[in-house]
């Protein structure tokens, strides 16, 4: 079965530091992964996915992650965190095995507090 | 923003009694799905649809129930609310159904079980 973890829960960091949030799979198929994140009281967003190629995948608000097949990794980074950063981030696996369901298995998400 | 709403946003109720949750879109989405999001178990699927009266279970479906009888209404039943069914439910969507396809999530819905 399919798992995904976040290993941290909470992750402070201050504002213009750069961050990284880190994500572990477990699956024994192909799969693609997602990072969503969650702005106070609003619904999920995309920040970005990986299906294929490269393995460094550029997101929205200058967020990255890299793919890492041998480690089963899928790490979120940002060069530098603003304050509007400061949302729950969640990383998300869908495997090519579920057939046409478009399954998500979800982390237990990082909270992400950028201070002054 | 995907034309997704929940409603109610809020709702307070007490054990035993039914509540239906509603979800709308108007984005004519194939799939759409129902999620919980608890503390520490991140977000959780309970049921999905992949079409106008198709349903299936997902990860935690014990206890809810969903219909849809329109492809822009899917609603989520819980016919004798329990404490335990205290949580914030997203409804999702997404185009087709594919692995690869990006879900867009509703606002959500508080719901708190007394």
């Known amino acids: 079965a399919q798992s995904v973890t976040q290993l941290d829960s909470q992750v402070p960091v201050f504002e213009e530091a750069p961050v990284e949030l880190r994500c572990n799979y477990s699956?024994?198929?192909?799969?693609?992964l997602f990072w969503y994140v969650q702005y106070p009281n609003q619904g999920l967003q995309l920040l970005l996915k990986?299906?294929?190629?490269?393995?460094l995948v550029k997101g929205i608000n200058g967020f990255e992650a890299e793919f890492n097949k041998s480690q089963t990794s899928f790490h979120l980074r940002k060069p530098s965190v603003h304050i509007s950063d400061t949302a729950e981030y969640f990383c998300?696996?869908?495997?090519?095995?579920?057939?046409?369901?478009?399954?998500?298995?979800f982390g237990q998400g990082t909270t992400l507090q950028v201070k002054p | 923003d995907a034309g997704i709403t929940q409603s109610p946003r809020h709702k307070v109720t007490e054990t035993g009694t039914p509540v239906t949750l509603r979800c709308h879109q108007t984005?004519?989405?194939?799939?759409m799905y129902w999620y919980r999001q608890d503390p520490g178990h991140g977000l959780r699927l309970i049921h999905y649809?992949?079409?106008?009266?198709?349903?299936d279970k997902g990860e935690v479906s014990d206890g809810y129930s969903v219909s849809r009888s329109k492809t822009e209404d899917f609603l989520l039943t819980l016919e004798s609310a329990t404490s335990s069914q205290t949580s914030v439910y997203f409804c999702?969507?997404?185009?087709?159904?594919?692995?690869?396809?990006?879900?867009?999530f509703g606002p959500g819905t508080r719901l708190t079980v007394l």
């Open positions: 649809s992949y079409g106008v009266k198709d349903t």
């Open positions: 990986y299906l294929s190629g490269s393995t």
């Open positions: 998300a696996v869908s495997d090519l095995g579920s057939g046409n369901t478009g399954k998500l298995i």
């Open positions: 999702a969507i997404s185009e087709s159904g594919v692995a690869s396809d990006t879900q867009y």
């Open positions: 984005e004519n989405h194939r799939y």
């Open positions: 699956s024994s198929v192909s799969v693609y």
